[in-house]
T-cell receptor, first 110, second 115 residues
Framework: NAGVTQTPKFRVLKTGQSMTLLCAQD?????MYWYRQDPGMGLRLIHY???????AKGEVPDGYNVSRLKKQNFLLGLESAAPSQTSVYFC?????????FGPGTRLTVL | AQKITQTQPGMFVQEKEAVTLDCTYD???????LFWYKQPSSGEMIFLIY??????QNATEGRYSLNFQKARKSANLVISASQLGDSAMYFC????????????FGPGTRLSVLP
């Protein structure tokens, strides 16, 4: 039982490049989330999903897209990376009132 | 719009003593949930405790308790018998329970436990 895993753990991009972050959970949770955490700040919700095939915008969705084609996976895409997207990205899944977080992906955009 | 305020950027507590971390929130919705998370220096986020807006009793989980004062819109975390391993960032968060799973986090409080 791996819980919530994120791929990759680290990534450096150049401005304008694209990439996809993968989140996978093996707990059969319906709800999944993508957050970003900037230095000295709490987490900000980018997008979330309440089930397979559904997604919704959070607080800071601009510049990101998501997909939830399979229940266990939640993908976060950056189509044209910008330096402002340099951050640590956390994925989470939840059951009832408890969120389980992945270890995070540290992304740097040069 | 929902908002979480944590006014203590940093706190110190002596080992084995209790400490209260403050959290105030702002929402116009009657149904919401309040959460506390711990983030050690290793970076992972750990769920600690949950309180629903309609819960009559304050939530408790082991050494953690949530002092919920609905009229004052506060949801303070109390850690009893602090341990060195409690040194971490602590985040208060709120979920609007009428509109999906939209979470809002506060800026956090850094707790340092002194031996």
């Amino acid at each position: 039982n791996a819980g919530v895993t994120q791929t990759p753990k680290f990534r450096v991009l150049k401005t304008g490049q694209s990439m996809t972050l993968l989140c996978a959970q093996d707990m059969n949770h319906e709800y999944m989330y993508w957050y970003r955490q900037d230095p000295g700040m709490g987490l900000r919700l980018i997008h979330y999903s309440v089930g397979e095939g559904t997604t919704a915008k959070g607080e800071v969705p601009d510049g990101y897209n998501v997909s939830r084609l399979k229940k266990q996976n939640f993908l976060l895409g950056l189509e044209s990376a910008a330096p402002s997207q340099t951050s640590v990205y956390f994925c989470a899944s939840s059951f009832l009132n408890e969120q389980f977080f992945g270890p995070g992906t540290r992304l740097t955009v040069l | 719009a929902q908002k979480i305020t944590q006014t203590q950027p940093g706190m110190f507590v002596q080992e084995k003593e209790a400490v209260t971390l403050d959290c105030t929130y702002d929402t116009s919705d009657p149904s919401y949930g309040l959460f506390w998370y711990k983030q050690p220096s290793s970076g992972e986020m750990i769920f600690l405790i949950y309180q629903g807006s309609y819960d009559q009793q304050n939530a408790t989980e082991g050494r953690y308790s949530l002092n919920f004062q609905k009229a004052r819109k506060s949801a303070n975390l109390v850690i009893s018998a602090s341990q060195l391993g409690d040194s971490a960032m602590y985040f208060c968060a709120m979920r609007d329970e009428n509109y999906g799973q939209n979470f809002v986090f506060g800026p956090g409080t850094r707790l340092s436990v002194l031996p």
